[in-house]
């Protein structure tokens, strides 16, 4: 009855890897009312973020973290469920209204803010941030297909 010892089966294993993880706390709830949106739509992709009046991160969300891939990520439906899952996150703390700021030439700009629109935030302004060089650094040259 000696013999070779058994070998640990998968359930076995899962026991102890649950075992040693430790459960931590949610973050707790922010509660803010005012916040800013921040939505830069590149012609590759549309990146949102929503923070408090002194910047810090309430939430995020963008083309890829919502599982579309290469240029799927750049459209403009692309673009409105990144805003939906961003204002979303960001309700759940508290948010109600917003100042948006629109960063970039991409075809998210509009289906963003009409997403933001569409949730239930409430819109004070909207600003375009769009940074335009004095004559700086000289262009790529043109595509020509």
């Avoid at 890897?17 to 921040?38: C, Q």
């Avoid at 990144?82 to 917003?98: F, I, N, P, T, Y």
Wanted: some cysteine; aromatic content about 2%; proline content about 5%.
């Amino acid at each position: 009855m000696g013999g070779v010892p058994k070998a640990p089966t998968a359930k076995d294993l899962l026991k102890d890897e649950i075992g040693a993880i430790k459960v931590r706390k949610a973050k707790g709830s922010k509660n803010i009312s005012s916040g800013v949106v921040h939505i830069a739509a590149t012609f590759n992709n549309t990146i949102v973020s929503i923070t408090d009046q002194k910047g810090n991160l309430i939430s995020w969300s963008s083309g890829g973290k919502m599982n579309f891939r290469g240029s799927r990520k750049s459209t403009a439906y692309a673009a409105q469920i990144v805003a939906q899952d961003a204002a979303r996150a960001a309700m759940s703390h508290g948010l109600k209204e917003v100042v948006i700021r629109v960063k970039g030439p991409g075809m998210g700009r509009d289906s963003a803010i009409r997403a933001m629109q569409a949730v239930g935030l409430e819109i004070t302004s909207i600003v375009d941030v769009t940074p335009v060089p004095h004559n700086g650094c000289r262009p790529p040259k043109r595509r020509r297909v």
